[in-house]
């Protein structure tokens, strides 16, 4: 057991545990931020995207100890600040069953960090890695043109 300082969503929080544990269970089980999702745990499908220090990372298979000392930003710290993402995914009615949701959104707005007016082939190549079991992709697509157009970094 250690205790380990997280900086998650800009704030400060102290959690005692294996520094192995992977991210995504210190989120959601310590730190009660369940926007973050469980799915595959292999770091395949994507829906447990965060950022850490601004790069959209699979918590899944990163370990809490890994996340010392850096920036975690999750679904939750997105959705308090005005992202231009969030009213576009509304504006092009992107979930349906909604589980994948907070991975790509959360790829989505490391995209634009990198890359504000992104090409539809930059858009497929980043977001390639979050699976959509619903085939929202195009939606998905035509949001991340409307974020962009509206000053896609939130910044």
């Given at each position: 057991?250690?205790?380990?300082?997280?900086?998650?969503?800009?704030?400060?929080?102290?959690?005692?545990?294996?520094?192995?544990?992977?991210?995504?269970?210190v989120l959601r089980d310590t730190l009660g931020l369940t926007g973050t999702k469980y799915s595959c745990g292999r770091g395949l499908c994507g829906s447990c995207t965060v950022h850490l220090d601004g790069e959209a990372t699979r918590?899944?298979?990163?370990?809490?100890?890994?996340?010392?000392?850096?920036?975690?930003?999750?679904?939750?710290?997105?959705?308090?600040?005005?992202?231009?993402?969030?009213s576009s995914?509304?504006?092009?009615?992107?979930?349906?069953?909604?589980?994948?949701q907070?991975?790509?959104?959360?790829?989505?707005?490391?995209?634009?960090?990198?890359h504000p007016h992104p090409s539809d082939a930059e858009i497929d190549a980043a977001m390639s890695g979050v699976l959509c079991r619903c085939g929202t992709y195009?939606?998905?697509?035509?949001?991340?043109h409307r974020a962009a157009a509206r000053g896609g970094t939130g910044r």
């Open positions: 057991m250690a205790s380990m300082k997280l900086r998650v969503n800009g704030s400060i929080h102290t959690v005692e545990g294996d520094p192995s544990t992977p991210l995504l269970w918590s899944c298979i990163t370990s809490v100890g890994e996340a010392v000392g850096r920036d975690i930003l999750t679904i939750e710290g997105l959705a308090a600040t005005t992202h231009p993402l969030l995914w509304i504006a092009e009615e992107v979930p349906l069953c909604g589980y994948c907070p991975g790509q959104i959360m790829s989505a707005a490391a995209l634009l960090a990198e195009g939606r998905i697509r035509r949001a991340i």
